[in-house]
């Protein structure tokens, strides 16, 4: 069984352009979830979907993040416009009765 | 909010030696509890978790964590380590309760370099 796939694994992109972060999720689970991990700080949680629904996006930091997950598939997390401090780790989980988690995206702001 | 504290940021062992990673959290309900480990270029997994029942749960890799409700305590160990086990651990809990969506709160992460 495949597992949580993200793409890229790496992005370097420019004060004020734009990113779209990709997760594909384990075949099968309505549950996916986005968290975010700062260098040097704890992995904090973005948003929640329930196959193609939003239930829970306390913790989007602004409206400069837009996350969908059209079908209830895979889900894409954009960036527009990137700011320095959205630099970090990106990860992705998806769960049955336990959240498995993608390799991340590492996003670096210059 | 519930928060979760991680008292040690870096931990150097040598092989062999035993390991305690201190975590607390601090909520006042129940509580779902979880240690993630996350080895060098790999994915975060699951180490293990507590639910209910025997507050000593034992995890993959012959860690071992004990949830102490009254100190809001689950403290990792494991009686000898392994170079193997050079990781970044994480303790995460999610609230238990009804369409609580389990979303996880984390703690900053402790490194455990194991040297030879």
């Known amino acids: 069984e495949a597992g949580v796939t993200q793409f890229p694994s790496h992005s370097v992109i420019e004060k004020g352009q734009t990113v779209t972060l990709r997760c594909d999720p384990i075949?099968?689970?309505?549950?996916l979830y986005w968290y975010r991990r700062v260098m040097g700080k704890e992995i904090k949680f973005l948003l929640h979907?329930?196959?193609?629904?939003?239930?829970?996006e306390s913790g989007m930091p602004n409206n400069r993040f837009l996350a969908e997950r059209t079908g209830g598939t895979y889900s894409t997390l954009k960036v527009q416009p990137a700011e320095l401090e959205d630099s970090g780790v990106y990860f992705c989980?998806?769960?049955?009765?336990?959240?498995?988690f993608g390799p991340g995206t590492r996003l670096t702001v210059t | 909010a519930q928060s979760v504290s991680q008292h040690n940021h870096h931990v150097i062992l040598s092989e062999a030696a035993s390991l305690e990673l201190g975590c607390n959290y601090s909520?006042?309900?129940?509580?779902?509890l979880f240690w993630y480990v996350q080895y060098p270029g790999q994915h975060l997994q699951l180490l293990l978790k507590y639910f209910s029942g025997d507050p000593l749960v034992k995890g993959i890799k012959g860690f071992e964590a004990e949830f102490i409700k009254s100190k809001f305590s689950f403290n990792l160990r494991k009686p000898s380590v392994q170079w193997s086990d050079t990781a970044e651990y994480f303790c995460?809990?999610?609230?238990?309760?009804?369409?609580?969506?389990?979303?996880?709160?984390f703690g900053t992460g402790t490194q455990l370099k194991v040297e030879l």
């Open positions: 909520y006042g309900g129940t509580v779902n």
């Open positions: 979907f329930v196959k193609e629904s939003k239930q829970d």
């Open positions: 989980a998806s769960r049955d009765y336990e959240q498995y």
């Open positions: 075949s099968g689970h309505d549950n």
């Open positions: 995460a809990v999610n609230v238990s309760i009804t369409g609580g969506g389990n979303k996880l709160t």
